[in-house]
């Protein structure tokens, strides 16, 4: 029996009291800056032309070449007793929104608290005057960040207003701007007037000047006269505007108004440009013209000479930034939750991106204190997002980076009252193809909370059938019930959403599609193109009248029940998915690949590739992008080496499973070379190729991106600062990670050195050695005492190889304790030659020290070096640790300690003396790879043994003569080596 309306509405009343509806309009209250007269445009316009001259100086451009932070501190009026004002949520929401909008301008520009917002309880502030204005800035206003006030209301003169504010000027009453509470988060009134904050004029700047040659032209062609750069806004890429003429006039959200320009052009302004007057319903948005104005507003708002400036800094830092963010994927969104991790924060600002964990983050909502749930309501299934949450009053300082990616996610469907209290009910539902009978569910009475979910039994069914349903408010149609509105849907497209070409019924009190009253039924054709799972909703709503028509899947209604149920559709036609062949082959682990497709009896644009194990088996879903034929998806980077691999394509919505593809092979990524790092040069100085251990270099200036260079780059040694390089190796066509090489440049400094060393062959004992070459006159330049002497050419004897110095250094005149040349060197690697950053030959005294010959080497300060000293019949030595620049000077001591052998080598360093003192080896004159003594060198003091008077180096001991003395030295030391690479 069919219960009748008016027991039903006392049922209504009963409930909630007389139901209500009410309909509201909204008009955009005008902000109250007045349109600047052209001389004061034209004075802004000349000193943000001063400004960007002195950027192009520095080889700028803009003032915004990275993302910029600007302080903002809130000013939230209330009455005297805490009462009224704008709310921490409605604050944190604002700036959510501002900054959707402002990461626009330049490379970004973000606004963030400075400290907790500022809480003024005064009544005769809360409905604010602007005469009001001094007193309250000069009593709370900041210098060092921009200050906005929040008050219940605005009067500005005889009008009420949503805003205002200043244009850009250098003086600190120019850094305030006042909106309403109530406009907060309107999504236009606090964006206009930063527009203004930052240079943007009112769209409609002089449309009723009347001067005709004051207004802006319709137009945007030159010939014709165009003067958008000259008037109006000055942007070209705003529609002129005439608001405040006679003839404006919209409907809706259309333009109907009959003005025109001096030219005698209709207008066709904007209605959705934030910096115009035109209702919020019609949209909100910048063009690229004002937001590239109001990159050159940062300009004049951060000159150095301004009153104020944005120099507050970030209140919630270091491990104080929210933590632990996870996500749960819910009916209605995703509910992200995290840790409070401080004490002081302002709220919190939720963004989220949809490319990747570095960039392209977006603000998408603001939460008060206290407060670390935020549900995410705009999520779409089967998309990979990134969430990072931080304090409203922090800047850059964020949360680590959540990644999740969604499924179908089905929308709850709701209601004010249970359907147990009113029995408003579906009780039986029945689906049919022919006589066959698919699904019987009758006598089901009212689901929990309204919602009968039955998706976890699936129906089989065919593509392309017709099914019939019907669908009752009491089982089989006999006894009491309510008369109800019924629509059915159909996800056909698997995407998680009824959409309204799903919907394959709906009551319209027709005959055609009667109302469940108590019975209605249907019926409708499963696509051709349909397969997999199908989730089906039927929805009733209390019969209302005409109006009441169930027409919306999830939203609330008062009286009623949903119930879901799953089709498993299949299709005459299999779905298939054949994999091809993978490219590049082998592919590297870390790398993308193309992986191309063919598709047969069905439509997708939603796939995923799915990666083997190397024996083909257990595939797992890797990185992929693409919505067809080839898909482009990434190796996993700490994948292991093998042949056996395999990937097959998978579509997510139908769902099919696609085939194998032919086994292919993926190499490991190989270790980044190795390098050396910092590397130090004086200013001026002359620098060397850079190096790296590896095979087929590839020589980058960026972390990634960008071509390689197989040559390695000389760094320069121009200016002072530090600069990275970077380089990679490939091996099996894979290329490595890039390793970093940072090169500093310092000031040129001259760093003189002090060095103390012994060679065995001319020590004498008590620290000594004799000078008998230089006595007889045989060192290089002199003329020998003896007539039997051969005279050998001036300058230093390292020239040729293996030394092949090519320094001039020479004397007129030795010394009486002038022992012989040596040559020291500085290096920054122990082991390693290509190290080198200074050499000279010098003059080895008796008394062990070294007399420079040559000036004093401009090094880097910061540096530490290993000093390097070789002799031309005696065994190298390297100190035996890096020694730093210190007062300018570099001393070291070989005697004193053993100098340098490479950790776990038998070498021999130098060799000690009676007394511990320490000295070179001595019979070392044929230099080879491992300055080793052995038989080349008695082999060449054999051909010169016996002779006199000569610069030899077979002369070990260093009198004159090579002799048997010599070859006992060979003898005792025959076999000793350094381990050092000298050469």
């Known amino acids: 029996m069919k219960i009748n309306g008016l027991r039903f509405l006392i049922l209504i009343i009963a409930f909630s009291g007389l139901l209500l509806c009410n309909k509201a309009t909204a008009q955009l209250t005008p902000c109250a800056v007045a349109d600047p007269p052209s001389d004061s445009i034209l004075a802004l316009e000349k000193r943000l032309l001063k400004l960007k001259s002195q950027f192009v100086k520095n080889a700028r451009t803009s003032g915004l070449t990275a993302v910029e932070y ?6 939230i009026l209330r009455k005297n007793d805490g009462t009224g004002g704008l709310s921490l949520t409605d604050l944190n929401t604002s700036l959510a929104q501002i900054n959707r909008y402002f990461q626009n301008i330049g490379s970004g520009l973000q606004l963030y608290f400075c400290g907790s917002p500022n809480i003024i309880n005064n009544t005769a502030y809360y409905d604010y005057n602007n005469t009001e204005e001094l007193a309250l800035c000069n009593a ?13 209301s605005i009067r500005f003169g005889s009008l009420t207003v949503s805003g205002y504010a200043y244009f850009p000027s250098t003086l600190s009453i120019s850094n305030s701007l006042f ?39 319709v137009t945007r062609n030159a010939m014709q006269g165009a003067n958008c750069t000259l008037k109006g806004d000055l942007l070209c890429d705003t529609p002129a505007d005439p608001y405040g003429r006679d003839s404006v006039a919209i409907q809706g959200c259309t333009y109907t108004g009959t003005a025109r320009d001096p030219q005698g052009q209709v207008y066709a302004p904007s209605l959705s440009n934030i910096m115009s007057y035109y209702p919020v319903s019609c949209g909100s948005d910048f063009t690229l013209g004002q937001y590239a104005r109001m990159a050159d507003g940062f300009l004049l708002r951060s000159d150095p000479s301004n009153q104020y400036n944005f120099s507050c800094g970030p209140t919630v830092t270091g491990s104080n930034v929210p933590g632990n963010l996870t996500g749960m994927l819910l009916a209605s969104g995703l509910s992200l939750t995290f840790v409070d991790n401080s004490s002081n924060e302002s709220g919190f600002i939720v963004e989220r991106s949809s490319i990747s964990a570095g960039e392209g983050f977006v603000p998408i909502g603001g939460l008060p204190p206290n407060t670390t749930t935020y549900v995410d309501q705009t999520i779409t299934a089967y998309t990979t997002y990134y969430y990072r949450v931080k304090a409203s009053n922090s800047s850059s300082q964020y949360s680590a980076v959540l990644t999740i990616s969604t499924a179908l996610n089905y929308c709850t469907p709701t209601y004010t009252y249970a359907c147990g209290t009113a029995a408003v009910v579906i009780d039986e539902f029945v689906l049919k193809q022919g006589a066959t009978t698919i699904i019987n569910n009758n006598n089901s009475n009212c689901s929990p909370a309204n919602y009968g979910d039955y998706t976890g039994t699936p129906y089989p069914v065919t593509a392309g059938n017709t099914y019939t349903f019907t669908v009752a408010a009491v089982a089989q149609g006999l006894g009491n019930y309510y008369d109800q509105h019924v629509s059915v849907w159909a996800d056909f497209d698997q995407d998680g ?39 089906v909703r039927v929805r009733s709503g209390f019969n209302f009248g005409v109006s009441s028509a169930v027409t919306n899947p999830c939203g609330l209604l008062s ?31 870390g790398q993308a690949i193309s992986v191309g497709f063919t598709t047969a009896n069905f439509s997708s644009t939603s796939y995923v590739v799915q990666l083997s194990d190397n024996t083909g088996n ?15 998806a990434e190796i996993p980077v700490d994948i292991t080496s093998g042949m056996g691999y395999k990937v097959r394509v998978i579509s997510n919505s139908p769902s099919v499973t696609g085939s194998a593809s032919s086994a292919f092979t993926i190499n490991a990524l190989p270790s980044a070379p190795g390098v050396t790092t910092p590397i130090s040069y004086s200013q001026g100085q002359t620098a060397s190729p850079l190096s790296a251990v590896g095979t087929n270099l590839k020589w980058y200036l960026t972390s990634s991106g960008g071509m390689g260079n197989t040559d390695a780059p000389t760094p320069s040694t121009v200016a002072v600062g530090s600069t990275d390089y970077y380089v990679s190796q490939t091996v099996n066509n894979c290329e490595s990670n890039r390793a970093v090489i940072q090169v500093n440049v310092v000031s040129a400094v001259a760093v003189c050195l002090n060095v103390t060393l012994f060679l065995e062959g001319p020590y004498v004992g008590s620290q000594n050695m004799t000078t008998k070459l230089n006595q007889q006159g045989l060192l290089p330049g002199q003329i ?18 293996p030394w092949n110095y090519s320094g001039s250094e020479t004397v007129t005149y030795y010394p009486p304790n002038a022992v012989d040349w040596v040559l020291i060197s500085l290096r920054t690697v122990a082991q390693d030659p290509i190290s080198t950053v200074f050499r000279t030959a010098a003059l080895l005294l008796s008394n062990g020290s070294v007399s420079w010959v040559g000036a004093c080497p401009v090094l880097p300060t910061n540096q530490s070096y290993f000093v390097v000293v070789e002799h031309r019949n005696h065994i190298g030595a390297v100190s035996h ?86 070859n006992t030295v060979w003898r005792l030391n025959n076999g000793r080596f350094s381990g050092v690479n000298f050469y």
């Open 70 to 75: 600007i302080p903002v501190k809130a000013h």
């Open 140 to 152: 709370n206003n900041v210098s060092n960040a921009i200050n906005i006030y929040f008050p219940n």
């Open 179 to 217: 909106i309403q509470a109530q406009a907060a988060t309107d999504n236009r009134t606090l964006a206009h007037e930063l527009g203004h904050y930052f240079n943007l004029l009112h769209t409609f700047q002089n449309s009723n000047n009347t001067n005709n040659a004051e207004r802006e032209y």
């Open 497 to 535: 959403y009824f959409e309204l070409n799903e919907r394959i019924y709906r009551s319209d009190s027709l005959v055609s599609m009667p109302r469940m009253n108590p019975v209605a039924s249907g019926a409708f054709v499963i696509p051709i193109s349909v397969q997999g799972l199908v989730r």
């Open 559 to 589: 009286f009623g029940e949903t119930e879901d149920y799953m089709l498993q559709v299949t299709s005459p036609f299999p779905a298939t998915i054949i994999t091809n062949v993978v490219a590049p082959s082998p592919a590297c682990a």
């Open 618 to 632: 257990n595939f797992i879903t890797i990185p992929t992008t693409g919505t067809g034929s080839p898909l482009t």
């Open 784 to 801: 020998p005492i003896s007539s039997l002497g051969i005279p050998t050419p001036a300058g230093q004897p390292y020239s040729g190889a």
């Open 881 to 966: 640790q890096a020694i730093a620049v210190i007062n300018n000077s570099i001393n070291y001591n070989f005697s004193t300690q053993q100098s340098y052998i490479p950790a776990g080598s038998p070498a021999n360093g130098q060799k000690q003396l009676s007394g511990g003192l320490f000295a070179l080896y001595a019979a070392d004159c044929t230099k080879n790879s491992l300055s080793q003594i052995d038989a080349n060198d008695t082999s060449k003091w054999r051909v010169d043994n016996g002779k006199v008077g000569r610069y030899l180096t077979t002369d070990f001991n260093m009198d004159g003569a090579p002799d048997a003395n010599d």
